[in-house]
């Protein structure tokens, strides 16, 4: 009776492992199909873009993005929608000032004026090691930040830490080039995507990359 019992509910099991097998492959060729339909590389002519000269020295292997040999290992990335799990009650404004966030803290029932929060200036030592620099009260109009990154703390009246925050933000340099009139100068801009290959940065931005 026990062996019949669990032969039937090994059965069940099996008829649900599959049918919900099926179904994940159904939507993930539908979202395929139409993510391939959308982009306009489908219909790459490498002939046309990437043409090869019989003089040309440095002959590089040409790659469709969607050859069919890896179509089958094309995925759709779902969108990442990221949830703020506590209020930012600090910021960095566009002329490098650390901030309150007025709006939030009147929201929270916080008064700025009695608020015990802090900053710290992080500055990089090696590949694996930071240094924080003096803690700083911040001013209720603004303190103004002197480094890309600093580390924010606010306690509240017994001491206790309520509110904790990284922030970073990029300094903007002067480059001062020589020049006399007549030289002619250069307007490049280069942009660099590390870690994303060609072919990916083609099939996921394809807007980008046009």
């Given at each position: 009776m026990f062996a019949r019992s669990w032969k039937k509910w090994m059965v069940w099991v099996t008829f649900a492992t599959s049918i919900t097998t099926l179904i994940l492959l159904h939507n993930s060729l539908r979202l395929?199909?139409?993510?391939?339909?959308?982009?306009?590389?489908?219909?790459?002519?490498?002939?046309?873009?990437?043409?090869?000269?019989?003089?040309?020295?440095?002959?590089?292997?040409?790659?469709?993005?969607?050859?069919p040999s890896i179509l089958t290992y094309l995925t759709i990335n779902k969108?990442?929608?990221?949830?703020?799990?506590?209020?930012?009650?600090?910021f960095i404004?566009?002329?490098?000032?650390?901030?309150?966030?007025?709006?939030?803290?009147?929201?929270l029932g916080y008064d700025v004026n009695k608020l015990q929060c802090?900053?710290?200036?992080?500055?990089?030592?090696?590949?694996?090691?930071?240094?924080?620099?003096?803690?700083?009260?911040i001013n209720v109009n603004g303190s103004q930040v002197r480094t890309e990154f600093i580390?924010?703390?606010?306690?509240?009246f017994v001491g206790i830490p309520f509110y904790s925050?990284?922030?970073c933000h990029i300094i903007p340099t002067k480059l001062s080039l020589p020049?006399?009139?007549?030289?002619?100068?250069?307007?490049?801009?280069?942009?660099?995507?590390?870690?994303?290959?060609?072919?990916?940065f083609i099939r996921n931005l394809p807007k980008t990359y046009k």
């Amino acid at each position: 009776m026990f062996a019949r019992s669990w032969k039937k509910w090994m059965v069940w099991v099996t008829f649900a492992t599959s049918i919900t097998t099926l179904i994940l492959l159904h939507n993930s060729l539908r979202l395929s199909k139409s993510f391939f339909i959308e982009n306009d590389f489908l219909y790459y002519d490498l002939n046309k873009e990437e043409p090869i000269t019989k003089n040309q020295t440095c002959q590089l292997p040409r790659v469709h993005p969607f050859d069919p040999s890896i179509l089958t290992y094309l995925t759709i990335n779902k969108p990442i929608n990221c949830k703020e799990r506590f209020v930012t009650i600090t910021f960095i404004d566009d002329d490098g000032f650390l901030r309150y966030n007025l709006t939030a803290l009147k929201l929270l029932g916080y008064d700025v004026n009695k608020l015990q929060c802090s900053y710290q200036e992080i500055v990089r030592k090696d590949d694996f090691n930071v240094e924080f620099g003096e803690s700083k009260k911040i001013n209720v109009n603004g303190s103004q930040v002197r480094t890309e990154f600093i580390y924010v703390s606010c306690h509240n009246f017994v001491g206790i830490p309520f509110y904790s925050n990284v922030h970073c933000h990029i300094i903007p340099t002067k480059l001062s080039l020589p020049f006399d009139g007549n030289n002619t100068l250069y307007n490049v801009l280069v942009i660099g995507i590390d870690s994303v290959s060609r072919l990916s940065f083609i099939r996921n931005l394809p807007k980008t990359y046009k």
